[in-house]
């Protein structure tokens, strides 16, 4: 479960974001940051049971640093009040579809999939959907799948239209004018202080792993 302390911490952190408060209770900070890196390892652990892609990764890089990136921001608020966990073998030559978690006292909630690939990877997605659509509406249609997510999420990115290269009339096309490819559940905030709260999310992610090995399928097709 989430600590109530961790919490707190981050809505006392959302009402003094700042560099002098955030110094001044670095006690708090470090009892937050080992909850944070415990909790990782336990998700990770879980999930790890029933995707062996995720062998390798290690808990310290399912988490993100506090630090927020200001550069191109008009919000010049130093640190992030939420809590994010990505677990997934991609690096930085190599995008993969994985599971996120957002802990955030305003509003938390699980996810999977592949959020805004490069032009070049989201082509070859969408050539996996074109081309063995059937296989991803098995996956969407399964009753636990459409039980806790009913559909990939549409956006303000998703195109009016077919993308170049694809059929107007193709019976993926709604799903080929995704540009990202995620499902997403809410969650109560109740629910962060359930025992079984870790449990409960591994259980939606195991849900996600169907499609997340669908959406992989699409890099390991040569260039």
């Given at each position: 479960?989430?600590?109530?302390?961790?919490i707190a911490f981050l809505k006392d952190l959302a009402e003094n974001n700042n560099r002098d408060w955030f110094q001044s209770k670095q006690d708090s900070y470090q009892k937050y940051r080992k909850h944070y890196l415990e909790l990782a390892q336990e998700l990770l652990s879980g999930v790890q049971e029933f995707d062996?892609?995720?062998?390798?990764?290690e808990a310290k890089k399912v988490v993100f640093r506090i630090n927020r990136d200001i550069r191109f921001s008009k919000d010049k608020s130093p640190y992030k009040t939420h809590m994010g966990f990505w677990i997934s073998p991609a690096h930085a030559n190599n995008p993969k579809a994985g599971y996120y978690l957002h802990v955030d006292p305003k509003g938390s909630f699980l996810a999977g999939g592949i959020y805004m690939p490069e032009a070049k990877d989201l082509k070859k997605i969408r050539t996996e959907i074109a081309f063995f659509y059937d296989d991803l509406q098995e996956i969407l249609s399964e009753k636990k799948f459409k039980t806790a997510f009913d559909d990939l999420q549409r956006d303000e990115h998703t195109l009016k239209t077919a993308p170049k290269d694809f059929e107007k009339d193709h019976p993926a096309i709604k799903h080929l004018q995704l540009k990202s490819f995620i499902v997403q559940r809410d969650i109560p905030f109740d629910d962060l202080f359930k025992s079984n709260f870790i449990s409960d999310v591994v259980?939606?992610?195991?849900?996600?792993?169907?499609?997340?090995d669908f959406l992989n399928r699409a890099f390991d097709v040569a260039d």
């Open positions: 479960m989430i600590q109530q302390e961790a062996l892609g995720m062998a390798d990764v259980a939606n992610f195991k849900i996600i792993k169907p499609l997340n």
